[in-house]
């Protein structure tokens, strides 16, 4: 039984980025081995084992065979005599496909570390195409390493191409491309993973409400820009910059969904995208099978956002109905996620990346002005109930208005 360090861990480890975590192939060995040595197994397609100290995974060297359609059409051998260069070859991207014995000594038979000195992600072989899932990753991928000046090979990109073109992207269960989609929200430049799956026609089929705002106008005075999906991706890119949370990024990729749907006879305008908006993004987030809290950000920040922009217009009823909306009183992490995409959105425009942005610090003065309330004394008082929310906004509201004069 030989043992290897293999895909992440190795590549990573050259690019001297941090490892994530560690995976290892088992060559020359069996589940029964395996599990005689108190590995536990976890697999259910093909037998993966979690080691009984570091818990890390440990798959059997394995050769696939396409067998039928989609993500899980394929046989799947593990004999013993399955090599590891023969592993190693059934995989997505050159990068991926090299080994680290016991020794540190490097097994590279598809010479990613030349395409990682290239900073190139090229596919292995044809046999690329046979799996949907790999359009995805390569686009994750070049999310994750487009800061470092990695691009996808020209003839990887005709065959993710050829590979959407199939249809078989549709035969994706929507757990893992939500769970793609995910990973591609904490990486670096996650606009990237989103321009790429549009430039090999894939972003249709699953983000049809982002894939259709490309060429959607608007207004040039607010939006030198001009284009909703250009700006959309320059939203993404600036939330980015703000925050490392998913939800909070994924937020700010939806927060303009209604444009793609205002009526062509009132562009380059969108009066009231903001509420059209929400049942867009409730039909995407099902699709995608998103968590609950995912879809609640992205419908308040579509709702709310241009009354962020707008608040030094706004009245004290208003400002504070904004913050109750937000939840900001019982969680003020959503009020920070709702900044954050307002700031977003603001700085996601041609020659606005740089500028100020007043309005969270205005709002944030606000909500802080609002907390020197104490509910404990009006319930002694004897509001109870519905007169209790009605005097704690009553009383907000006069709070605010001493802030704000309004």
Same mark, same amino acid.
């Not at 195409?129 to 090979?153: C, K, Q, T, W």
């Not at 894939?202 to 040039?220: Q, R, S, T």
């Not at 992490?333 to 100020?356: H, I, S, W, Y």
């Not at 002005?369 to 929310?389: E, M, R, Y």
């Given at each position: 039984?030989?043992?290897?360090?293999?895909?992440?861990?190795?590549?990573?480890?050259?690019?001297?980025?941090?490892?994530?975590?560690?995976?290892?192939?088992?060559?020359?060995?069996?589940?029964?081995?395996?599990?005689?040595?108190?590995?536990?197994?976890?697999?259910?397609?093909?037998?993966?084992?979690?080691?009984?100290?570091?818990?890390?995974?440990?798959?059997?060297?394995?050769?696939?065979?396409?067998?039928?359609?989609?993500?899980?059409?394929?046989?799947?051998?593990?004999?013993?005599?399955?090599?590891?260069?023969?592993?190693?070859?059934?995989?997505?991207?050159?990068?991926?496909?090299?080994?680290?014995?016991?020794?540190?000594?490097?097994?590279?038979?598809?010479?990613?570390?030349?395409?990682?000195?290239?900073?190139?992600?090229?596919?292995?072989?044809?046999?690329?195409?046979?799996?949907?899932?790999?359009?995805?990753? *390569?686009? $994750? %991928? #070049? &999310?994750?390493? @487009?800061? !470092? /000046?990695?691009?996808?090979?020209?003839?990887?990109?005709?065959?993710?191409?050829?590979?959407?073109?199939?249809?078989?992207?549709?035969?994706?269960?929507?757990?893992?491309?939500?769970?793609?989609?995910?990973?591609?929200?904490?990486?670096?430049?996650?606009?990237?993973?989103?321009?790429?799956?549009?430039?090999?026609?894939?972003?249709?089929?699953?983000?049809?409400?982002?894939?259709?705002?490309?060429?959607?106008?608007?207004?040039?005075?607010?939006?030198?820009?001009?284009?909703?999906?250009?700006?959309?991706?320059?939203?993404?890119?600036?939330?980015?910059?703000?925050?490392?949370?998913? *939800?909070? $990024? %994924? #937020? &700010?990729?939806? @927060?303009? !969904? /209604?444009?793609?749907?205002?009526?062509?006879?009132?562009?380059?305008?969108?009066?009231?995208?903001?509420?059209?908006?929400?049942?867009?993004?409730?039909?995407?987030?099902?699709?995608?099978?998103?968590p609950r809290h995912y879809e609640k950000l992205a419908t308040l920040c579509s709702e709310y956002h241009l009354h962020l922009h707008r608040i030094e217009e706004l009245r004290a009823n208003t400002i504070v109905k904004v913050l109750e909306a937000t939840r900001a009183f019982h969680n003020p992490?959503?009020?920070?996620?709702?900044?954050?995409?307002?700031?977003?959105?603001?700085?996601?425009?041609?020659?606005?990346?740089?500028?100020?942005?007043?309005? #969270?610090?205005?709002?944030?003065?606000?909500?802080?002005?609002?907390?020197?309330?104490?509910?404990?004394?009006?319930?002694?008082?004897?509001?109870?109930?519905?007169?209790?929310?009605?005097?704690?906004?009553?009383?907000?509201?006069?709070?605010?208005?001493?802030?704000?004069?309004?």
């Open positions: 039984m030989q043992i290897y360090l293999v895909g992440g861990a190795v590549r990573d480890k050259y690019l001297e980025y941090p490892v994530r975590e560690k995976d290892w192939v088992v060559v020359g060995s069996s589940a029964d081995d395996l599990l005689s040595q108190g590995y536990k197994q976890v697999g259910k397609g093909f037998p993966v084992f979690l080691h009984p100290e570091t818990h890390e995974e440990y798959a059997l060297a394995r050769t696939e065979k396409k067998s039928g359609q989609g993500y899980y059409g394929f046989d799947i051998y593990t004999g013993k005599e399955v090599t590891l260069e023969e592993d190693l070859a059934r995989r997505d991207l050159t990068i991926n496909a090299m080994a680290l014995d016991n020794k540190e000594n490097l097994i590279d038979p598809c010479n990613g570390l030349n395409d990682l000195k290239k900073k190139v992600l090229r596919h292995i072989s044809p046999s690329f195409a046979e799996d949907p899932l790999r359009v995805l990753r *390569v686009a $994750r %991928f #070049a &999310a994750r390493y @487009h800061h !470092l /000046g990695f691009s996808i090979a020209k003839e990887t990109l005709s065959l993710m191409k050829s590979l959407v073109d199939s249809g078989e992207l549709k035969t994706l269960p929507a757990e893992r491309v939500w769970l793609e989609t995910e990973k591609a929200l904490t990486e670096k430049s996650p606009q990237i993973y989103f321009e790429v799956l549009r430039q090999c026609n894939a972003l249709k089929y699953w983000f049809e409400e982002i894939d259709c705002l490309w060429g959607v106008p608007n207004p040039p005075r607010w939006h030198p820009e001009i284009d909703t999906g250009i700006h959309t991706m320059m939203v993404l890119e600036q939330a980015a910059k703000i925050t490392d949370d998913p *939800v909070t $990024r %994924f #937020a &700010a990729l939806c @927060h303009d !969904l /209604g444009k793609g749907a205002t009526p062509a006879h009132i562009l380059p305008s969108h009066p009231g995208h903001e509420k059209r908006g929400i049942p867009i993004i409730v039909k995407l987030c099902k699709r995608l099978t998103t992490a959503m009020l920070e996620k709702f900044v954050q995409v307002c700031e977003a959105d603001f700085k996601g425009r041609t020659g606005f990346e740089n500028r100020p942005y007043p309005q #969270a610090t205005i709002i944030k003065q606000a909500y802080h002005a609002c907390q020197s309330l104490d509910v404990q004394d009006l319930i002694a008082q004897g509001f109870n109930g519905s007169q209790l929310g009605e005097e704690l906004h009553r009383q907000r509201v006069n709070l605010v208005k001493q802030l704000t004069n309004k």
